[in-house]
């Protein structure tokens, strides 16, 4: 795993807070443009719930200055404006149905979400405490998926069995468990990773593991195939298996763990296809969506197809906000809120969100690289893949690239669980930047070495090797120099016992 060079690094909050000014300006506007396109007037509670987003921005931005100064700049503003954008849809789809419900409870979950990156920002100090709950999160991941299937708590959402009702509130506990699983997965390879990696035989050019160590691969492809067959949920189970695997050739570099996790997964899939109903209906409906009988079927194409037709008629840019007819896909708050964006905003503002999701793991790979410990490089590399890979598979889903999955856009979509876990792992993110862009005691190219302050001890060790410092050139003698009489040149030899009885014995 890569490591970049230490560097001299401005905490950057000044830059942060400009761009939050121009994130929330984006998220305001929208709202604004939606309300005067369908109803010519601003809303009654515009500026309550303007007010409200740039208070939970201005309050992370302060947490994170004091707590975290040295955390990524950029990561925050993209993250405050998509949840913004995602706002001005939301609120766009309820002057369409008469209601403005929706948008209010969005605000609240968001400002949920904003509390939990506070409190995570504040009580871990550092991202490296987490190695020591490596088990105990793949505990805890395993009972989150489990939740729905006990009786009398999970419930059934259109085919699939993935929430809970605690109290009268809905919740998909599968969305905390990706982050605990990118907690187990970092913790375990970076102490397994040289035996995944080196250990094997080599066969057609592919480093292939041995049969021990096929085991956790077995383990979780097993939960991700009965996620896929007792939950009914093929996005989850997707999610899960491919962050598995991202993080796998993160710690070890072979791409034969790819291969071998693309072809398990794949024929596990097949296999699940041919033998449960529901799994076969999948795929039925994203290989013949255009089928009138698939079409009119229960469950059928219907809602993958006017979707399909949303964005058509959205072309390059769009119907404008306000002007599209969004509300003729059954869920398009939610699930499919990627297709309400493309006709409004056209393929030219669907790309421009998908370029600030680009953004978003971008600077997350980033802070994966510059971090100097091999456990926080893992869980980096698994937040950030977790966020670029549910992206795919949603708009893989409404477009046909892949099947129709239930899994929502980060920070855009309607929805408490996944907000609250994408936030999360903002907070995380954020963490991690703060250990990678911090000062370092190691010595940088061109300035001498720092010393280490002996309270900067961590029981974790670093995988960062320091750069070598160019030693003193040696001196040239002179020419007019003698051996035994340049206190410069003479070199004290140390005495034996033998010598110290010979010169007695001379004397």
């Not at 303007?50 to 939970?56: D, H, R, S």
């Not at 993935?162 to 998909?172: C, D, L, M, T």
């Not at 041919?274 to 255009?290: C, E, G, N, P, Y």
Request: aromatic share 8%; charged share 15%; net charge negative.
């Amino acid at each position: 795993m890569a490591t970049v060079e230490p560097s001299q690094t401005a905490p950057g909050r000044g830059r942060e807070l400009l761009l939050l000014v121009f994130a929330i300006a984006v998220g305001m506007g929208a709202y604004a443009q939606v309300s005067l396109a369908v109803t010519e007037e601003l809303p009654a509670d515009f500026y309550l719930h303007c007010g409200a987003l740039v208070l939970l921005a201005a309050v992370l931005h302060l947490i994170v200055r004091f707590v975290a100064p040295y955390a990524d700049p950029v990561l925050l503003p993209v993250v405050v404006a998509l949840n913004g954008i995602g706002l001005a849809m939301i609120y766009r789809i309820d002057l369409a149905k008469g209601d403005s419900s929706l948008a209010t409870k969005q605000l609240g979950l968001t400002a949920l979400g904003v509390v939990a990156a506070a409190a995570v920002l504040i009580l871990l100090r550092d991202h490296r405490l987490l190695r020591r709950f490596t088990y105990t999160a793949m505990i805890a991941a395993l009972v989150l998926i489990l939740l729905p299937l006990v009786p009398g708590l999970g419930t059934s959402v259109y085919g699939a069995r993935i929430w809970i009702n605690v109290a009268g509130f809905s919740f998909q506990p599968a969305e905390l468990a990706k982050i605990a699983l990118a907690i187990f997965f970092a913790g375990y390879l970076v102490t397994n990773r040289d035996t995944l990696a080196l250990a094997g035989p080599r066969v057609a050019g592919l480093q292939l593991p041995r049969l021990r160590d096929f085991g956790p691969i077995l383990v979780v492809w097993a939960v991700s195939i009965a996620v896929l067959v007792l939950e009914r949920d093929l996005g989850t189970s997707l999610l899960f298996f491919g962050l598995f695997i991202a993080v796998l050739y993160v710690a070890t570099e072979r791409v034969s763990w790819i291969i071998i996790g693309l072809m398990m997964f794949a024929g596990g899939a097949v296999l699940a296809a041919k033998s449960f109903s529901h799994v076969a209906a999948r795929f039925t409906i994203w290989l013949d969506a255009m089928d009138p009988e698939v079409y009119s079927a229960l469950p059928g194409s219907e809602q993958l197809v006017k979707g399909l037709f949303g964005l058509a008629s959205g072309g390059l840019l769009g119907t404008g906000l306000g002007h599209g007819h969004p509300t003729l896909v059954v869920f398009s708050e939610s699930d499919f809120i990627t297709t309400s964006l493309g006709e409004e905003l056209g393929l030219t503002g669907l790309l421009a969100i998908l370029v600030m999701y680009g953004v978003v793991v971008q600077r997350g790979f980033r802070i994966a690289v510059g971090v100097r410990d091999g456990f926080g490089k893992l869980l980096a590399s698994g937040l950030a893949f977790v966020l670029v890979w549910q992206v795919f598979v949603v708009v893989g889903g409404v477009t046909r690239v892949i099947p129709l999955t239930g899994l929502t856009m980060p920070f855009l979509a309607y929805g408490g669980s996944s907000l609250l876990a994408n936030w999360l792992i903002v907070a995380l993110l954020l963490r991690i930047s703060d250990n990678a862009r911090r000062p370092t005691p190691l010595p940088v190219r061109g300035t001498s070495p720092v010393s280490m302050d002996e309270d900067d001890e961590s029981d974790e060790p670093d995988d960062a090797i320091p750069y070598p410092v160019p030693a003193p050139p040696a001196e040239t003698p002179r020419a007019d120099a003698h051996p035994a009489t340049d206190a410069t040149e003479m070199v004290p030899v140390p005495r034996t016992a033998e010598d110290v009885d010979r010169t007695e014995e001379g004397r």
